[in-house]
């Protein structure tokens, strides 16, 4: 969407019909329109919000008294604005009319210039263009004002980032598909006389509603455990770069000490690791040495009273009497008394097969016999090699608490601040992993037995057509969430490099290595200094934030606008209108970021009063992105007494913002002649 | 999960999506919202019995 016109009609500040024409070129893609602060920035920007979305940004004080004053007065009763803007290729002319007359139209501009009024609901329209949720980060009313700190100095640009993905739709269809299982259960309560599977899915609701209440609370711990992380590694930079040599060398011990507890604590969970398979590869020895030793005994003596008659193998004896003849050629025929003694040796022949078996059972036994002190060794080498390694930790532990008394004992405040500080978070970083290891065993646990009672469910037979139906439906909803919610976790997640590679690049081009923004993996965005000190997010800093957090946003709508996801609200493209977004910008860095603004969005709308030194406008001119300049000139009907002018210079024209004894209060809208 | 089956259960997603879309950004009454997803869910329901 690119902006082409906005006119306002008796819309607070602006009485009668008044038109601003936006710059529209690609080079040229900057419109900044002038005005003293409580002359009408806010109310042109809510004009626009108003008229695309008919909702005003959270700064527009009295929302329900919008009728100019002058109007009103000469009764008049509605106020209207008109936007005209290009998407894809086509011109629309988008108006809204309030007060009295309520009014949303929307019509497209052909060819010959006539206009056709477009029958489909304007605002699912405008919403395919702009959707509302990503409206207010295209339309910024103020510098970070929708950027909420938390207590941990940390602002969490989740929902922003949830919003220009277009994950509201999604998941408010997962709220309803919620709702509408829960109808389905009760239904299927009625048609399950013996409340047998009712049972079950009850019992499958709760262990869902637990497992969902896990996995919220993991996700809250992993995302704090990783904000202590940023933090003590933030602590330890600082306390690292002490020009104290005493600080210098405990430090570095203590680095040494943590290396070191480190390899120990990897090697007693590999040691650890590896007495799990020692105890599975050998237990059995263990348990089958008695046994083994007796079978052996048994087998041995067996023998040895010729128990199994080796000499006479069945099979020969069976042989020749089925051949009817010797292996030495004489004929043994039925009958004969050669026969009958051949015959009666069937009775003691031994099995071949039998034999077979023993022999292997023997040499397996045997393997066990041998194996057992073998077994006996390992397992004693691992036990000492653990207690040794635990050993080794406990003393690593006493030399870094050693070494952190000794840095709360130096004669130094914002060390041993920093060092109370590296203390707590170290706990709370235990504490918080304890946290997550419980909840990942809870949650595992939960799944495993909601599986029992899923299995028992299917297996329930008797159910009536109907209840099987609802049974289906139950299913087939939750497969359907399934898939939401992995699409919408697949595109947070991708979002979140892409978001890490654009503050990265918008970082470079407008704070050169001044600053760094730290990011976790849920979203959380924090400013910090080159010693990686947090930098509270006030001033001019939370403005720097802000513009990396606003331009990263509008750079992944973009990227998004072609998103072929059926589950997933496509981004936009649109105009950044941004209010006084200067005013609290370093001028060390307003230049750089007047530099870059305009090369980051189609098009870009200021609305500022002076730039006070920055070099703004004068950096968007040489930079030959200027296209159109406006400014507010507030007409008062009242005498001008002792108060100053304010005035403008344009081109080395002066002009007055302020004009007294005009016949009506109001602002007027007067364009700047461009050189050339 | 059969392809089949997969599917449907995309189309389903995709289709409940879009009718919480045109209520979210106002084109159709709120009210018909859960009566349509409703429908369209044992419509696809029926239609997986039946293809089984």
Known sequence: MILNSVTVENFRSFYGEQTINFAADKDKNTTIIYALNGVGKTNLLNAILWCLHGEFSSGFKNPNDVLNWEASRRNRKSYHVTLQFEDNGEQYILKRSGGEIQNFKIFQKKWDGNTVELTSSPSLFVNSIIPRDMAGYFINDGEGSDLVVEQDGYISVRRSIRDILGFNVAEKTLDDLSKIKAEVRADLKKFDKDSELSTLEERIQVFDESIATARTNLSKNQSQLETYEIQLDAVEKQLGSSSSAVVDQL?????????????????????????????????????????????????????????????????????????????????????????????????????????????????????????????????????????????????????????????????????????????????????????????????????????????????????????????????????????????????????????????????????????????????????????????????????????????????????????????????????????????????????????????LVDQLIVLMYQDDGKDVSQTITSEGKLGKEYYFCEEIAGEQGDVEIHNLNFNGEVVPVTKYGCPIDRVVIKEVKQNG | MTDEMNVSVDRLARDLVQIERKSFYGSEPERDRLRKMRELIDEAVKEIASDS
């Open chain 1, 251 to 599: 430090i570095s011990q203590r680095n040494k000490a943590d290396k070191a507890l480190k390899t120990q604590e990897a090697k007693l969970v590999s040691l650890e690791a590896k007495k799990i398979g020692l105890i599975r590869d050998y237990s059995w020895v263990a348990f089958a040495h008695t046994l083994t030793k007796e079978a052996l005994d048994f087998i041995d003596e067996s023998e040895l009273k010729g128990t199994i008659p080796a000499p006479f193998n069945l099979q020969l004896v069976k042989d020749i009497l089925e051949r009817q003849a010797c292996i030495c050629g004489a004929c043994i025929q039925p009958g004969t008394e050669a026969f009958e003694n051949i015959n009666k040796l069937i009775g003691k022949a031994a099995d071949p097969e039998l034999l077979n078996r023993l022999q292997k059972a023997r040499s397996r036994l045997t393997a066990v016999k041998t194996l057992a002190p073998q077994a006996k060794e390992r397992i004693e080498e691992n036990f000492r090699e653990v207690r040794e390694a635990r050993k080794n930790i406990h003393v690593l532990q006493q030399e870094l608490d050693e070494v952190s008394v000794r840095i709360l004992e130096l004669d130094d405040t914002n060390i041993r601040a920093l060092e109370n500080n590296r203390k707590v978070l170290k706990e709370k970083i235990r504490e918080t992993d304890r946290s997550i290891t419980r909840l990942t065993d809870k949650i595992q646990e939960h799944i495993k037995s909601k599986q029992v009672f899923e299995e028992q469910a299917k297996k329930i037979q008797g159910l009536s057509p109907r209840a099987k139906l609802l049974k289906s439906k139950i299913d087939l909803i939750e497969l359907v969430e399934v898939r939401i919610t992995e699409e919408l976790a697949k595109s947070e997640k991708e979002v979140h490099q892409s978001l890490a590679d654009k503050i990265d690049a918008f970082l470079e081009k407008y704070l050169r290595q001044d600053y760094r923004v730290a990011i976790t993996s849920d979203l959380k965005i924090c400013l910090q200094d080159r010693n990686g000190k947090p930098v509270p997010p006030s001033g001019g800093q939370a403005a720097i934030l802000s513009f990396i957090f606003i331009s990263s946003l509008i750079a992944i709508a973009r990227e998004r606008r072609d998103l072929e996801s059926s589950i997933l609200t496509p981004g936009a493209i649109a105009p950044l209108i941004f209010d006084a977004p200067f005013a609290k910008l370093d001028p060390k860095y307003a230049p750089n970021v007047a530099r870059e603004l305009p090369k």
